[in-house]
């Protein structure tokens, strides 16, 4: 059995809607994502996309009978929000590099206390030659705090194993900062387990260290310590993609950077990956799309759909309490591990 999800995305910070919200709203498949954008090929965009933009227009009253006047321009005044979306805004227009990726990712989780997408993971066993689909909804939240509190709730409610649908696979995993918890219903199980020492705080965002690195939250010198970075064409590399997500990922609507990370030498055994690659949107560099390669050979896909940012969540989806009749409970003190068995 290997680890679960056990490289996907990191490093995705957000520019908001003037509501606080991403401008897409939830999907339930990723076909339906390209349907909620319509960015220009390129990820260009016109000044009147920009927030609170000033118009080129101007309007000049003249007269036969009165010599014309000098148009007056009204000075714009941004509130401490609105210009850091402005900043945002010229940042993510201005990439060369990959320096400026890295940076610009760290710099969107300013402002960040949730998001929630539909997301699908797909695994692929080269050995085996399985494939399974796993399709459900994510969700995160930040709280305040040095460092942060993060949690996370990962909810799958469809399984497809070798293109057949599998009824009664639903699990849930939830990590509240302590504990993680993985619940079965079928089975009518649940797992809880303390996976950071008591009165410490864990990141389980960060790459290699968390059953499901959300793709939020990271430190560019962090990335650069462990992994030779490289930007490249969106293209490059999804040759190897099943054709319905290689189709999903370089629809023209949506452009994206693509982000290569490469585990540095003495780390690759450790973070047990060979290689990573991250799609963001170059609208506003949320996260589209990640594929890895264990050190094992196998590969993993995870798209993200329809993502809100710092809407509300459903108490009940980040609940680690466990019932106290109905179900099978084994609870599991501190032993140092975050990493749950790979639902296979």
């Not at 909804?137 to 930040?142: C, E, R």
């Not at 849930?172 to 918890?181: A, E, P, R």
């Not at 050190?295 to 108490?315: C, D, F, K, W, Y």
Request: charged fraction near 30%.
């Amino acid at each position: 059995m290997v680890q679960i999800l056990m490289a996907a995305i990191l490093a995705a910070m957000v520019a908001l809607a003037p509501d606080g919200r991403a401008t897409d709203a939830p999907a339930d498949h990723p076909e339906a994502d390209a349907a909620h954008h319509s960015e220009p090929p390129g990820g260009g965009s016109s000044q009147a996309d920009r927030p609170d933009a000033e118009s080129n227009a101007e309007e000049e009253s003249e007269s036969a009978d009165e010599p014309a006047q000098e148009a007056v321009r009204p000075t714009l005044i941004l509130t401490p929000a609105q210009a850091q979306m402005d900043r945002q805004y010229d940042e993510m227009h201005q990439i060369e590099s990959v320096d400026d990726l890295l940076r610009a990712l760290e710099r969107r989780n300013e402002g960040l206390r949730s998001l929630s997408a539909r997301i699908r993971y797909t695994k692929f066993f080269p050995f085996e030659g399985d494939e399974q689909v796993r399709s459900g909804t994510l969700y995160f939240m930040s709280l305040d705090g040095d460092p942060p509190v993060r949690k996370f709730a990962v909810h799958f409610d469809t399984l497809e194993f070798d293109g057949r649908l599998e009824r009664g696979e639903e699990r849930s995993y939830i990590f509240d900062g302590q504990w993680l918890v993985e619940r079965l219903p079928k089975e009518r199980q649940i797992f809880k387990r303390q996976v950071v020492p008591p009165g410490e705080r864990f990141d389980p965002l960060r790459l290699g260290e968390g059953p499901f690195p959300i793709p939020i939250g990271q430190k560019r010198e962090e990335i650069l310590e462990r992994f030779e970075a490289e930007l490249l064409p969106s293209e490059d590399g999804t040759q190897a993609l099943d054709k319905g997500v290689r189709a999903w990922l370089l629809d023209e609507r949506v452009p994206t950077w693509q982000l290569r990370l490469v585990p540095r030498e003495g780390y690759e055994d450790e973070l047990e990956l060979a290689e990573i690659r991250l799609w963001y949107r170059r609208s506003d560099l949320l996260p589209r799309a990640a594929w890895t390669r264990a050190v094992n050979g196998n590969e993993s896909t995870i798209q993200l759909i329809g993502q809100e940012v710092n809407g509300s969540i459903p108490a009940d989806r980040l609940n680690t309490s466990v019932p106290e009749i109905g179900w099978n409970v084994e609870i599991t003190p501190w032993r140092g591990s975050l990493h749950p068995e790979d639902p296979r």
